[in-house]
């Protein structure tokens, strides 16, 4: 199937709903005004905002929540009912998917302790999804900005990252990214995003109250791209399934557009007249498939293979595979990551 629309949407928000600063009102106007058509909206441990969900002004708005016990955060979506936080991290996500929905665990490898924030760590990488898994869709936050932010924050550079917050940032920690590819060599199928974690703090400073970081900042820099089949419907409640489905099917790729965005990449395989990108799996013979890769920009380009760099190049690739695995494609720019897509899975037939 192709998929010829590209939709750039932004999940990990919080509102006055819990501890964000902005309305929803506010921050749909903010998503409108960075060319975003889809946000998700994850207050913690509240359903509140559910009246808002809905399109507004070209916005498609969905409301899941965040689970947030102590340490271990996963976000809820497609939800009816706030779910525990209070219970073990296998139960509540247990209990998300007993009751039809499906989650993303969130910034799994938080470290470090600020004046700033709190250590939230995802402690016990056992714990992966649902069981069982049977094959439903788990999300991991492969890079969420405020956390890769605020890891780096210290007291003596706070406001030169404030000033200056492209400082601050390193991306995905190799550890996650290692931990992603581990999970999707092995079967337990798990799409990965970017999330914003967007709060738009207010804090103090010597000078009066900033905002760390404005919600239309925020909205311009992680960004998740949803390749569909079809436009975004008009019914809002089938277009939040066309925006799920294309999640949990690993049908996105997430770009750091401080760096330049990249709405119409292209990273195919193809074999005759077979044809397949993000989130589809190719299965067949022995018979090699062509990878192809361009990501718009003049970016040093890797596809992955197997949590291994199999090739790089500047912004195209075109390589011969015929071994099965998970291939799944990054980008740099001025050496600093930009564009991580989910994987192309190949499979052989049994003889």
């Given amino acids: 199937?192709?998929?010829?629309?590209?939709?750039?949407?932004?999940?990990?928000?919080?509102?006055?709903?819990?501890?964000?600063?902005?309305?929803?009102?506010?921050?749909?106007?903010?998503?409108?005004?960075?060319?975003?058509?889809?946000?998700?909206?994850t207050d913690h441990d509240s359903l509140a905002g559910r009246p808002y969900a809905g399109w507004h002004d070209g916005v498609l708005v969905i409301v899941g929540h965040e689970i947030t016990p102590d340490h271990n955060h996963f976000l809820a979506l497609a939800v009816d009912?706030?779910?525990?936080?209070?219970?073990?991290?296998?139960?509540?996500?247990?209990?998300?998917?007993?009751?039809?929905?499906?989650?993303?665990?969130?910034?799994?490898?938080?470290?470090?302790?600020?004046?700033?924030?709190?250590?939230?760590?995802?402690?016990?990488w056992t714990v992966?999804?649902?069981?069982?898994?049977?094959?439903?869709?788990?999300?991991?936050?492969?890079?969420?900005?405020?956390?890769?932010?605020?890891?780096?924050?210290?007291?003596?550079?706070?406001?030169?990252?404030?000033?200056?917050?492209?400082?601050?940032?390193?991306?995905?920690?190799?550890?996650?990214?290692?931990?992603?590819?581990?999970?999707?060599?092995?079967?337990?199928?798990?799409?990965?995003?970017?999330?914003?974690?967007?709060?738009?703090?207010?804090?103090?400073?010597?000078?009066?109250?900033?905002?760390?970081?404005p919600y239309r900042w925020l909205f311009g820099t992680l960004t998740n791209y949803l390749l569909l089949a079809e436009p975004l419907h008009t019914d809002p409640d089938v277009a939040t399934r066309q925006v799920y489905t294309a999640l949990g099917e690993g049908r996105s790729y997430l770009v750091n557009r401080m760096d330049g965005a990249a709405p119409a990449i292209t990273f195919t395989a193809q074999r005759g007249d077979e044809w397949y990108t993000m989130g589809d799996t190719a299965v067949g013979t022995p018979e090699p498939l062509l990878f192809t890769a361009d990501v718009g920009a003049d970016a040093y380009v890797r596809l992955i293979a197997n949590g291994t760099v199999l090739t790089s190049g500047v912004r195209r690739l075109r390589q011969s595979i015929a071994e099965r695995g998970v291939y799944r494609l990054e980008a740099y720019v001025g050496g600093k990551p930009w564009l991580f897509t989910n994987p192309i899975y190949v499979e052989l037939e049994q003889p």
Avoid at 1 to 14: C, Q
Wanted: charged content about 20%; some cysteine; overall charge negative.
């Fill in 1 to 41: 199937m192709r998929y010829n629309f590209s939709y750039p949407g932004a999940l990990h928000i919080h509102s006055t709903y819990s501890d964000g600063s902005g309305t929803l009102p506010q921050i749909c106007a903010a998503a409108h005004a960075a060319g975003l058509r889809w946000i998700i909206i």
């Fill in 81 to 124: 009912q706030v779910v525990d936080p209070q219970q073990q991290p296998q139960q509540f996500i247990n209990e998300v998917y007993a009751r039809g929905g499906f989650g993303i665990i969130a910034h799994p490898d938080e470290r470090v302790t600020t004046h700033f924030k709190e250590c939230y760590r995802w402690d016990d």
């Fill in 128 to 213: 992966d999804g649902p069981r069982p898994r049977a094959g439903r869709p788990v999300g991991l936050e492969v890079w969420n900005l405020m956390s890769d932010w605020a890891e780096h924050l210290r007291s003596l550079n706070r406001y030169l990252h404030f000033f200056v917050p492209a400082l601050g940032l390193s991306g995905p920690t190799a550890e996650t990214l290692a931990w992603w590819d581990r999970l999707n060599m092995s079967g337990r199928r798990t799409f990965g995003v970017g999330g914003v974690d967007a709060h738009a703090f207010k804090q103090p400073a010597p000078w009066g109250e900033v905002e760390v970081f």
